[in-house]
Nanobody
Framework: QVQLVESGGGLVQVGGSLRLSCAASGRTFSTYVMGWFRQAPGKEREFVAAITWSGGITGYADSVKGRFTISRDNAKNTVYLQMDSMKPEDTAVYYC????????????WGQGTQVTVSS
């Protein structure tokens, strides 16, 4: 049973930083892409960043490029999202997700963690 457990959310001031973690378990993720998504109140869920587990290839939404960094620790089976220079519009529930590199659809999702940026 695949499990993705996010942690690290909380309240931060504008311009501050926060690091989210996603602990993955239940299978070998070497052929997987790990992604971060977010959903703000009244809005649809949107892509934030993704990383391939094996090669560490990354991709970012334009809205976070240059401010957020996704990384992974293979030994700990954990993916991170370092968020810097945060803005009020970064406020959302952040979700970790996983998909096979050959698939277009994310099959596994975490429960989400709330991030609130106050001004």
């Amino acid at each position: 049973q695949v499990q993705l457990v996010e942690s690290g959310g909380g309240l931060v001031q504008v311009g501050g930083s926060l690091r989210l973690s996603c602990a993955a378990s239940g299978r070998t993720f070497s052929t997987y892409v790990m992604g971060w998504f977010r959903q703000a109140p009244g809005k649809e869920r949107e892509f934030v960043a993704a990383i391939t587990w094996s090669g560490g290839i990354t991709g970012y939404a334009d809205s976070v490029k240059g401010r957020f960094t996704i990384s992974r620790d293979n030994a700990k089976n954990t993916v991170y999202l370092q968020m810097d220079s945060m803005k009020p519009e970064d406020t959302a529930v952040y979700y970790c997700a996983a998909r096979d590199v050959r698939s277009l659809q994310y099959d596994y999702w975490g429960q989400g963690t709330q991030v609130t940026v106050s001004s």
